[in-house]
């Protein structure tokens, strides 16, 4: 079974633009979350997504936003691209939304903002 | 989800068992005990989870102490790919309980 897929794996923007990553979760699982991993803050939450529906969110600004798609893919938008955006992006999924199931990592986009 | 401590760093020579501690004092009733690890610029890799039982799967075994306030992770065998950082993360077992919290983690070193 192929694990979760991120593309692209490297991207550099410049400040002001917007970039759209994408995570393709393992087939089956209907749970994707994303998450932020600085050197500064380590792994953070951003928001999960279960059937299309936003279900949890972190603190973050608006300029991050996301969606799935009814096959569970999903995409994260950041909008208006600051220095701080820096970092590798990950996105997990799961089969289920609730209780003690695990969650598979992708290997993660590292973005650079210039 | 309740907070979680471990310490910085441990180094453990290869061939021998990693034994990685976990401080989990506030964990409540509904919340599990994970462990993941992060080898250098990878998405983290889930390595086993339990509520109140001792685990083992084919990567490690979780000890989980009687009041479940504290749990070890022990790598029986550890080789040097198993350098990496390793979260102890708690998590409850609720409706939109997908979200990980985690800390600083474990940076396990194993050498020759």
């Known amino acids: 079974k192929a694990g979760v897929t991120q593309t692209p794996r490297y991207l550099i923007k410049t400040r002001g633009q917007q970039v759209t990553l994408s995570c393709s979760p393992i087939?089956?699982?209907?749970?994707v979350s994303w998450y932020q991993q600085t050197p500064g803050q380590g792994l953070q939450f951003l928001f999960e997504?279960?059937?299309?529906?936003?279900?949890n969110k972190g603190n973050f600004p608006g300029r991050f936003s996301g969606r799935q798609f009814s096959n569970s893919r999903s995409e994260m938008n950041v909008s208006t691209l600051e220095l701080g955006d820096s970092a590798l992006y990950l996105c997990?999924?799961?089969?289920?939304?609730?209780?003690?199931?695990?969650?598979?990592f992708g290997p993660g986009t590292r973005l650079t903002v210039l | 989800d309740a907070k979680t401590t471990q310490p910085t760093s441990m180094d453990c020579a290869e061939g021998r068992a990693a034994n990685l501690p976990c401080n989990h004092s506030?964990?409540?009733?509904?919340?599990?005990v994970y462990w993941y690890r992060q080898i250098h610029s990878q998405g983290p890799q889930y390595i086993i989870h339990?509520?109140?039982n001792n685990e083992t799967n084919e990567m490690a075994s979780l000890i989980i102490t009687e009041d479940r306030k504290s749990s070890t992770l022990i790598l029986p065998h550890a080789t040097l790919r198993d350098t990496a950082v390793y979260y102890c993360?708690?998590?409850?077992?609720?409706?939109?309980?997908?979200?990980?919290?985690f800390g600083t983690g474990t940076r396990l070193q194993v050498t020759l």
């Open positions: 997990a999924s799961s089969h289920y939304d609730i209780g003690d199931n695990e969650q598979f």
């Open positions: 087939s089956g699982h209907r749970s």
């Open positions: 997504y279960f059937s299309e529906t936003q279900r």
């Open positions: 506030t964990i409540s009733g509904n919340e599990y």
């Open positions: 339990g509520l109140k």
């Open positions: 993360i708690v998590r409850a077992f609720t409706g939109t309980a997908s979200k990980l919290t």
